[in-house]
C-alpha cells in the first residue's frame, strides 16, 4: 500500500538523520526482505543510494529487481529508466544511451526514455529531434515538469523565444512554482532582458520554497542591480539562516 511505503521511507529518513547511511540502508533492507514484492520500496532504496552517491549499491538493487523470477514489463522498463540515470551520473553517456534504446525499443512511448533522449538531444543541439520526443511525452503527460524545460530549452536553441517562454511558464505552473522551474525560467527572462517578471517569478517562488539558495542568491542579485537595497537584505538574510557560513 502506498502510505504504508510512505511510512517506511520517512522511517528509513530518520534513521538517516539518526545514524546515517548504514543504518538507513539496514532499515529499507529490513523491509524490503519483509516484503519481497514491494517493487517501489526497492525502487526507493535504489535512489537513495544513488542520491549518496554509491553508485555500486544502487546499480545492485536494480540488477537484484530485473532478475527477479517473473518480473513484470513495466516493472523492467522503470528501473532501466532509473539505470540509464545512474549511468548519466556516472558519466557514462554510452552506456546510458544503450538502455534508453532498449527501452524505447520494447515502449516506444516510454515518456521517462523519451525524455532522457530529448535532453541528449538539447545538449547536442539538435532541437528539432528533441521536439518530436517531447511532443509525445506532452500529448500524453502535459503536466510534466521536466518535458515542458526541455521543450523550452530546446525551443529557445531555435529562436523562438514566445513559444520557449510558454513552455517555462507552463513549467512553473505544473511543478506549483518549484524551484527548479522557477529557476530556470528566471534565468530565461534575465536573458531577455524581463528582470522585472523575472523577479517576481523568484519572489512567487521562494515564498514557496524559502531554502532555495540559488533562487534567493539571483533573487538579490537582481535586487541589487535595481538597488533595491531592502529587497537584497532581506534574500540576504534569508540565506543566512540557511547556511550563516555561505560568504
Do not use: C
Not at 531555435?158 to 529557476?183: D, I, T
Not at 537582481?222 to 539562516?241: C, H, P, T, V
Amino acid at each position: 500500500m502506498p502510505k504504508e511505503r510512505d511510512a517506511k521511507i520517512d522511517v528509513a529518513r530518520i534513521d538517516y538523520r539518526i545514524g546515517g547511511k548504514d543504518l538507513a540502508v539496514e532499515t529499507f533492507r529490513s523491509y524490503t526482505k519483509a516484503d519481497d514484492e514491494d517493487f517501489d520500496l526497492k525502487l526507493a532504496l535504489g535512489a537513495f543510494l544513488r542520491e549518496e552517491k554509491d553508485f555500486a549499491g544502487a546499480d545492485a538493487v536494480y540488477h537484484e529487481i530485473l532478475n527477479r523470477k517473473g518480473v513484470a514489463l513495466a516493472e523492467i522498463l522503470r528501473t532501466k529508466n532509473e539505470m540509464a540515470a545512474l549511468r548519466l551520473l556516472e558519466g557514462n553517456r554510452p552506456a546510458a544511451e544503450k538502455i534508453v534504446a532498449e527501452i524505447l525499443a520494447a515502449d516506444n512511448t516510454d515518456s521517462d526514455a523519451l525524455i532522457k533522449r530529448a535532453g541528449l538531444k538539447v545538449a547536442d543541439g539538435k532541437p528539432d529531434e528533441a521536439i518530436n520526443d517531447l511532443r509525445i511525452v506532452t500529448e500524453d503527460h502535459p503536466e510534466s515538469t521536466p518535458a515542458r524545460l526541455l521543450m523550452a530549452a530546446a525551443l529557445e536553441q531555435k529562436g523562438e523565444f514566445a513559444f520557449a517562454e510558454s513552455e517555462y511558464a507552463q513549467a512553473v505552473k505544473n511543478s506549483k512554482s518549484g524551484a527548479q522551474a522557477s529557476g530556470l525560467f528566471a534565468r530565461f527572462l534575465v536573458r531577455r532582458g524581463q528582470t522585472d517578471r523575472a523577479e517576481r517569478v523568484l519572489a512567487e517562488s521562494v515564498a514557496v520554497n524559502p531554502i532555495s539558495e540559488e533562487n534567493l542568491k539571483m533573487l538579490a542579485a537582481i535586487r541589487l542591480d535595481k538597488q533595491d537595497w531592502r529587497g537584497a537584505e532581506e534574500a540576504a538574510n534569508a540565506l543566512s539562516s540557511i547556511d550563516a557560513s555561505d560568504e
